[in-house]
């Protein structure tokens, strides 16, 4: 069944759908199964990035610092809102930017919207597997991924117009639930458990 597309952001194209989340939720993941079940292209900011710095981004924190990471990724992540009209997942900590706030609600208030991808340390571990890809788990990562997550979910939170909990369920079952979603009628889903604003 095709999606019943939002409406677009008044300025440009903008994506269909904005997933974001901790490590380890699986937004790269689901955001493929969403583009392949509903045949719509994919995005990812963490690969935009990658590609712009000819580097994977464990090289770019080692080489050049965080700080220079969240510049490019506050750079990729405002070209993809801008330039994307598929799925697009973010990186696991761009929502921290002021700058991708403000997109991120502009986009919302025309319409869009931002599926939180939500996922306990318990269901998260076996997922990141904590390898040295992820730089910012790197010493006790399960109480980083914690503590990390526990700073976050407010943010996540205030960004989001969905919040999809992730745990026990495969990555085409999250993109069935996010599909079902958004083709159901505005009024049923106004009801529907997965599209409360988080904390109503
Ligand atoms: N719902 C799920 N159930 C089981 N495994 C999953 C699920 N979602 C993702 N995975 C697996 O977990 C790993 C991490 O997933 P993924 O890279 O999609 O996470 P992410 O949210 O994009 O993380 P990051 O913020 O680091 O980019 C992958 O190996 C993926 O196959
Ligand atoms: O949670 C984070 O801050 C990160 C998540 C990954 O997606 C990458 O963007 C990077 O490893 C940082
Ligand atoms: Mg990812």
């Known amino acids: 069944m ?10 440009g194209p903008g994506p269909l759908l904005v997933l974001v989340g901790p490590p380890g939720a699986g937004k790269s993941t689901v955001a493929s199964a969403l583009g392949v079940r509903c045949g719509l292209a994919v995005r990812d900011t963490d690969s935009d990035v990658e590609r712009r710095a000819g580097k994977p981004i464990s090289a770019i924190f080692v080489d050049d610092g965080e700080p220079a990471f969240r510049a490019l990724e506050r750079a990729a992540v405002a070209d993809a809102l801008a330039e994307h009209d598929g799925v697009l997942a973010l990186g696991g900590g761009a929502v921290l930017d002021a700058t991708t706030q403000e997109l991120l ?12 991808l939500d996922v306990s340390l318990a269901h998260a571990a076996p997922r990141v597997g904590f390898n040295q890809s992820r730089p910012l788990l790197l010493g006790n990562p399960r109480a980083q991924w914690q503590a990390l ?9 205030a960004v989001a117009s969905m919040r999809v909990s992730t745990d026990g369920l495969r990555p085409a079952a999250v993109a069935e639930l996010i599909h079902d979603q958004l083709t159901v009628a505005p009024e049923q889903r106004a009801s529907s458990p997965t599209n409360r604003r988080p904390g109503e």
């Open 105 to 116: 609600a502009g986009y919302r208030d025309a319409g869009g919207t931002v599926v939180f």
């Open 2 to 11: 095709p999606f019943v597309r939002a409406p677009h952001p008044p300025t």
């Open 149 to 157: 997550m526990d700073a976050r979910r407010p943010v996540y939170e």
